[in-house]
C-alpha cells in the first residue's frame, strides 16, 4: 500500500507558476510509475505527466508540454513545476502511482494506476 499526499495548488493568474508536491508514505523511486492527472468539472480525468525510472522516463500530455515539468527524487516525493499557466489548466490535480513491472516503463492507460491521493486544486484566472 502506498499513501500519496499532494500539496502546492492554488490560485494564480494567467501566465503565473505553480510547483505541486506530492509526498508517498514509502519510498518509490525504484519501484512505482509516479504520474499527475487532473479533473475539470464535467469533464473526465485525464493524464498531464508521469515519470519511470528509464531514462528518457518522462512523458507529458501535449496541452503542457513546454510548460510543465515532472520530476522525483531518489525516495518518496514528486514534483509538477507549472509554468505559463492558462485558464484551461483550471483543475483538480491528483498524484497517482502503480507498481512497475520488470520494463521499469509506466503503462499510459489510467486504470493502471491503484493508488491516488486526495488531489490539490489548482485555479487560473485570465
Known amino acids: 500500500q502506498v499513501q500519496l499526499v499532494e500539496s502546492g495548488g492554488g490560485s494564480v493568474q494567467a501566465g503565473g507558476s505553480l510547483r505541486l508536491s506530492c509526498v508517498a508514505s514509502?519510498?518509490?523511486?525504484?519501484?512505482?510509475?509516479m504520474g499527475w492527472f487532473r479533473q475539470a468539472p464535467g469533464k473526465e480525468r485525464e493524464g498531464v505527466a508521469r515519470i519511470d525510472t528509464g531514462p528518457d522516463g518522462t512523458y507529458y500530455a501535449d496541452s503542457v508540454k513546454g510548460r510543465f515539468t515532472i520530476s522525483r527524487d531518489n525516495t518518496n516525493t514528486l514534483s509538477l513545476q507549472m509554468n505559463s499557466l492558462k485558464p484551461e489548466d483550471t483543475a483538480m490535480y491528483y498524484c497517482?502511482?502503480?507498481?512497475?513491472?520488470?520494463?521499469?516503463?509506466?503503462?499510459?492507460?489510467?486504470?493502471?494506476?491503484?493508488?491516488w491521493g486526495q488531489g490539490t486544486q489548482v485555479t487560473v484566472s485570465s
Open positions: 497517482a502511482a502503480h507498481p512497475l513491472s520488470s520494463s521499469g516503463r509506466c503503462q499510459s492507460e489510467i486504470e493502471y494506476f491503484g493508488y
Open positions: 514509502r519510498s518509490t523511486y525504484r519501484n512505482y510509475c
